[in-house]
């Protein structure tokens, strides 16, 4: 257990080390101040478990074992808030772009979609012609000509949108692996009664289910909002 509490040691002395990175690297005097505080909350709150780690390892109790439990949680709480608050776009250190390969999936998209716009162009200035002269039957043959190419764009456009957004796959891949969480959870529910006791209780299970629902929920909603409008987000929220 004190192979584990150093582990945790080292890495949370990394995470802190990066936080007070991110803070002599921005400009903004709150988000500063947030970093440093983060780190010394991060860092303060390892200091409590090793303690309490070091204290279950000489003696290990029930009591000090829960004790080691209660003290886990400021920590996993720390890290969270932490990692929330550095996920937000201003503190992307480089704006993120569309590949290559992203604009080649784009291309059936765009053009689909300037082929809708030069097509309703057309529309119009032929129907001005028609005002103007009705009866030119070489006038309706081309409004009828342009009303079916627009038509056919708008399916081409469709098509192109379902099967080349970007981070469709991404998303696809996404919804795969929470089929599969979901199918786990499914299970551990019809097992619970035959599985051993753990040692950890109810609230800690609780709490932690509460914790991974709130980083999901917030995650979808950066996905949804993404998905509107900021295309080239969407990969980088779900991998």
């Known amino acids: 257990i004190l192979t584990l509490a150093a582990t ?12 007070r990175e991110a803070s002599s690297n921005t400009n903004n005097p709150m988000a500063r101040r947030h970093f440093v505080q983060s780190a010394k909350d991060v860092a303060n709150a390892t200091a409590e478990l090793v303690r309490t780690i070091k204290i279950l390892d000489s003696s290990y109790t029930a009591e000090n074992h829960r004790h080691c439990i209660d003290t886990s949680r400021p920590l996993v709480q720390a890290i969270d808030e932490l990692y929330t608050y550095a996920m937000l776009k201003e503190f992307a250190s480089i704006p993120p772009t569309i590949s290559s390969a992203g604009r080649q999936l784009q291309e059936p998209i765009l053009l689909a979609a300037r082929n809708v716009v030069d097509g309703a162009c057309r529309i119009i200035e032929c129907s001005k012609a028609l005002i103007v002269n009705s009866k030119e039957a070489s006038l309706w043959q081309q409004l009828a000509t342009h009303t079916k190419s627009v038509s056919e764009a708008i399916k081409r456009l469709a098509t192109s949108v379902k099967e080349m957004t970007p ?16 199918q786990e959870v499914d299970k551990a529910i019809i097992n619970v009664d035959s599985l051993r006791k753990a040692d950890k ?13 709130h980083f999901l929920t917030e995650l979808i909603n950066n996905i949804r909002q993404s998905s509107r409008c900021e295309p080239e987000w969407i990969s980088s929220y779900v991998s």
Request: proline share 0%.
């Open 201 to 213: 209780s109810l609230q800690f299970h609780q709490e932690q289910i509460s914790s991974s629902s």
């Open 167 to 182: 981070g469709q796959q991404e998303c696809e891949r996404a919804v795969d692996e929470l089929r599969k969480l979901f």
């Open 8 to 19: 945790i040691a080292k890495n949370t002395s990394a995470l802190c080390n990066v936080a």
